[in-house]
């Protein structure tokens, strides 16, 4: 399956189809152990939403880390096997001194934005990015989003605020994750 840039997609396999499905009908959280094709099935997702981020449009994808390590290997991904235009973003780079310009030339450069999430809790915060703004939201390692874990507070400060308020402009939300969630005080036999 070749486009534009002729990034050849590795073959999917049925069940990654499956949760592609899924997720384009619906926010969705995929379970699968390591090494199954989790990113592929995020990559598939982008690809199919590109239409709404390709610039010159005002819209980008976000997808959410929790390692700069991560930041690094999940945007080559992204980079690779799409024609997107990606930036990577973490804490070492200076992004806690940018400003609403240094942002926006960002957004207007880049399709995809891949970047730890306390980054983009911190730039919503400042509202140098809005929510309304991201078309996807990719949270890698979702498991992670308890408690007071920046995944977390994206969710409860932003996204359920605005999904509260019955705004329609809000991000397809993709998460995923190789760990099960489990709840204190809940025992799975």
Known sequence: MAIDGGNQLPFARSYQLEALEKALKQNTIVFLE?????TLIAIMLLRSYAHL?????????????PTVVLVTQQAEAVAILTDLKVGKYYGEMGVDFWDA????LQKDENEVLVMTPQILLDALRHSFLKLD??????????????GKHP???I?????????????LQLPRI???????????GMSYS
């Not at 390591?34 to 989790?38: A, H, N, R, S, Y």
């Open 155 to 167: 969710m409860t400060e932003f996204y359920h605020r605005e999904l509260s308020s019955n705004n």
């Open 34 to 38: 390591t090494g199954t094709g989790k």
């Open 133 to 146: 703004q991201i078309k996807v939201l990719i949270f890698d390692e979702c498991h992670n989003a308890r």
């Open 101 to 104: 310009a240094t942002w926006n």
């Open 174 to 184: 993709f998460g995923m994750t190789a760990s099960p969630i489990k709840a204190k």
């Open 151 to 153: 995944y977390a507070c």
């Open 53 to 65: 981020f390709r610039k010159p449009s005002p819209f980008i994808a976000v997808f959410l880390v």
